[in-house]
């Protein structure tokens, strides 16, 4: 029997981070176990395409000495609860080791889910 794609995507962040995915039936917290991150993983069909704006205006406006990220805000409550967010890749690039799966895909360019 062929996985969920959301688990498949689970074990496809687990191993990119060098964490370990934790089967529902033994989750007590996150989706991946590591040393040093508590990783949720949420598979959609499509990111929202202001995410996708925001993401593509950091990186136009990044040096190469710069880490492009999105800080996404909700009016009215504390800027302490904004939202990073980051490539994939791009993070692995700046903490940490990227092995991309070697299916022939472009992972810093994603494939749209998460």
Same mark, same amino acid.
């Given at each position: 029997?062929? $996985?969920? +794609?959301?688990?498949?995507?689970? &074990?496809?962040?687990?191993?990119?981070? #060098? =964490?370990? &995915? %934790? +089967?529902?039936? =033994?989750?007590? #917290?996150?989706?991946?176990s590591h040393?040093?991150?508590a990783i949720? %993983?949420?598979? &959609? !069909? /499509?990111?929202? =395409?202001?995410?996708?704006?925001?993401? /593509? !205006?950091?990186?136009? /406006?990044?040096?190469?000495?710069?880490? +492009?990220?999105?800080? %996404?805000?909700?009016? #009215?409550?504390?800027?302490?609860?904004?939202? %990073?967010?980051?490539?994939? /890749?791009?993070?692995?690039?700046?903490?940490? $080791?990227?092995?991309?799966? !070697?299916t022939g895909?472009?992972?810093?360019? #994603? $494939?749209? $889910?998460?």
């Amino acid at each position: 029997m062929t $996985d969920k +794609p959301w688990k498949t995507t689970e &074990r496809a962040i687990a191993k990119a981070l #060098g =964490g370990k &995915r %934790v +089967p529902v039936n =033994g989750r007590a #917290g996150a989706d991946v176990s590591h040393p040093w991150l508590a990783i949720e %993983v949420k598979h &959609r !069909q /499509s990111i929202p =395409g202001w995410l996708n704006a925001a993401m /593509s !205006q950091a990186k136009a /406006s990044a040096n190469p000495s710069q880490l +492009p990220v999105a800080v %996404v805000h909700e009016a #009215g409550a504390h800027h302490a609860k904004d939202l %990073v967010v980051i490539q994939l /890749s791009q993070f692995c690039e700046w903490f940490g $080791d990227y092995i991309p799966e !070697q299916t022939g895909e472009n992972p810093a360019a #994603g $494939d749209g $889910d998460n």
